[in-house]
């Protein structure tokens, strides 16, 4: 079967950096996305990788290494506003996203 | 410019009986997709739409329904609501030209309980 596991939660300080873990198997393999939802409210889009290396975008950036079947999204000098979830997606060879549960981001202080 | 519009925001109702959530988009999107949102599970793909007048069957179809009339409009029916149904429901739309890059744009959701 398609799976997608990333942590459930993980607590980090204001300022700091967190590194928010995916891994995947799917069946084939067309791209893997981040998106940020905060709580009572929609999925935003937040990156796209479909090649190895790191993708970056302001304080966010995102990597991605096909072989292992692995992705992280760095978040950098953390604000209170980043507290949000964050959801790992892949689509596979059907070009259907198969979702991760998300992981919930909790920044302290 | 609105976006992703769903009606309605919140919806308490007895099982049995039928239900439908409103969705409307402005972006023109030839694409649009129903999901729904479980604590502790990812979200799970119920009906898709590649463009007006195609519908087609997402992870866990059963027990709902969709049409797509026009490109804007996409309303998911519940014929007969069950407790098991009750859940955090999006929909989103995406530009199919853009459909690779897995950008989707969602509403705000439509929470419902079925008591």
């Known amino acids: 079967g398609q799976n997608i596991d990333q942590p459930t939660e993980m607590t980090a300080t204001e300022g700091a950096i967190v590194q928010i873990n995916c891994t995947y198997q799917t069946s084939g393999f067309n791209g893997l996305f981040w998106y940020q939802q905060h709580a009572g409210e929609a999925p935003t889009f937040l990156s796209y990788?479909?090649l190895d290396g790191l993708e970056e975008k302001g304080r966010f950036s995102s990597f991605l290494s096909r072989s292992k079947g692995y992705s992280y999204l760095l978040l950098k000098e953390l604000q209170m506003k980043d507290s949000a979830s964050y959801l790992c997606a892949v689509m596979d060879s059907n070009y259907q996203l198969i979702w991760g549960a998300g992981t919930k981001l909790i920044i302290k202080p | 410019i609105a976006g992703i519009t769903q009606a309605p925001t919140s919806q308490i109702l007895a099982a049995g009986r039928r239900m439908t959530l409103r969705c409307t988009q402005d972006m023109r999107h030839n694409a649009m997709y129903w999901y729904r949102q479980d604590l502790g599970l990812g979200l799970r793909l119920i009906h898709y739409s590649n463009t007006a007048g195609t519908t087609g069957k997402g992870e866990v179809p059963d027990g709902y329904s969709v049409s797509r009339a026009n490109t804007d409009d996409f309303p998911l029916t519940l014929a007969s609501a069950v407790p098991s149904q009750t859940s955090v429901y999006f929909c989103a739309s995406s530009d199919s030209g853009r459909a690779n890059t897995g950008e989707l744009f969602f509403g705000e959701g439509s929470r419902l309980t079925v008591l």
């Open positions: 990788n479909v």
